[in-house]
């Protein structure tokens, strides 16, 4: 049973937390209310999962999210607002998601997410491109939500790969890629699997909408222009599975 870290400063909130998580039964969980308690639990046990507001009273400015990412969690995070500053802030900090934190019940949209994030675990993504750096940083971000990631390099390794995991429910080209001949990878792939089964993202360099055109009339169910931030990824790859 995969364990889950809950810190969050409120009394009620927590005890929302545990209603539900009893209820659910899918995750073994500590409950705390600061960033003391929550670093000596760190110490005791490993976890998987963590909820936690942005604001303690002993560590008002995020500190907790740079203790998770210390013991490798991406936590999910309360906060009152969104703005630049906190996404400048927290540009490289490892964060799964954010949740307006408006009142009480904001616990259940975090349970939610938790339950989306377990099952994102049972879902294949294959990853073409044949840029290493870029392709590692695609598969971080997916395994940062929890998927399987699988990769390839070039057409042939991705027909392979497709054949060796008839599961993969979404395929992610790079037609930017030297090696990666998006249009006819598109083209082979819907001979075996339709949209239905399989969705097909592809990655632009700039929106152009005469490339796109062909790669959607070929079969692909969506593109994403480069640079996209990663919350935009994000709202790309749920759109698809």
Do not use: C, W
């Amino acid at each position: 049973m995969p364990k889950l870290l809950v810190a969050v400063a409120s009394n009620i909130h927590r005890g929302v937390f545990k209603e539900l998580l009893d209820k659910d039964g899918s995750f073994e969980y500590t409950l705390v209310g600061s960033y003391k308690e929550a670093k000596q639990e760190l110490l005791k046990m490993r976890y998987e999962f963590a909820v936690v507001d942005k604001s303690l009273k002993d560590a008002p400015n995020g500190e907790i999210i740079a203790l998770l990412n210390k013991h490798n969690i991406a936590p999910l995070v309360y906060i009152k607002s969104l703005d630049e500053d906190f996404f400048e802030v927290f540009e490289g900090a490892q964060i799964v998601d954010y949740i307006l934190h408006q009142n009480h019940y904001n616990a259940f949209v975090a349970m939610k997410k938790l339950q989306r994030l377990q099952a994102n675990k049972q879902i294949s993504v294959l990853v073409v491109n044949d840029s290493h750096i870029y392709s590692l940083y695609l598969k971080q971000n997916l395994k940062l939500h929890r998927f399987k990631v699988i990769s390839a390099s070039s057409n042939e390794e991705a027909l392979e790969k497709l054949e060796l995991h008839p599961s993969v429910e979404l395929m992610i080209i790079d037609n930017s890629e030297p090696y990666v001949d998006a249009l006819g990878l598109i083209e082979v792939s819907r001979k075996y699997k339709t949209s239905g089964e399989m969705k097909i993202l592809t990655l632009a360099n700039e929106a152009n909408s005469y490339e796109t055109a062909k790669y959607l009339n070929a079969g692909a169910d969506d593109y994403l222009v480069k640079q996209f931030s990663r919350n935009e990824f994000y709202v790309r790859i749920y759109k698809n599975i």
